[in-house]
């Protein structure tokens, strides 16, 4: 992450942080995440050929098998977040942490539904417990 403008400025130590402590507060001790920022037009070709929709998307998350260890791979794409950031009227560094928060649930098993009911689900609401928690305290 040499590219402050890739990450909208949050340092990788931050996003580690970020990602620890959302593992620590699911009880998960072993772990191994990779966090992979992307541009719009390559996350649009993960989001086709992973998911099948033809889009750039915000977050894509995979659990990945492992025995002993939760083991993922998310991948964000800071210029999705940087326009919903815009839209929700929150800061770009908010949103990132959400999409991290987000990865991670994901990777340690929550999911949602789509649609409306996605800001209505479960994994949503402990998401944004934690995008709470984690604005309302210094990252370092």
């Not at 839209?87 to 409306?116: N, Q």
């Not at 994994?123 to 210094?138: A, I, T």
């Amino acid at each position: 992450m040499t590219d402050p403008d890739a990450t909208l400025g949050v340092s990788a130590a931050t996003v580690q942080r970020w990602a620890r402590r959302v593992l620590d507060g699911e009880g998960v001790g072993d772990a191994a995440l990779s966090i992979t920022f992307l541009g719009g037009p390559k996350m649009r070709g993960m989001n086709r050929r992973a998911l099948g929709r033809d889009r750039a998307t915000d977050v894509i998350a995979f659990s990945l098998p492992h025995v002993g260890s939760v083991t993922g791979d998310i991948y964000i794409c800071p210029p999705v977040a940087r326009r919903a950031a815009r839209e929700a009227g929150v800061t770009e560094r908010e949103e990132m942490l959400r999409l991290v928060v987000h990865g991670v649930l994901h990777v340690v098993g929550y999911d949602h539904p789509g649609g409306a009911g996605r800001t209505r689900s479960a994994m949503w609401r402990r998401q944004e417990g934690y995008v709470e928690r984690l604005m309302s305290r210094p990252a370092r």
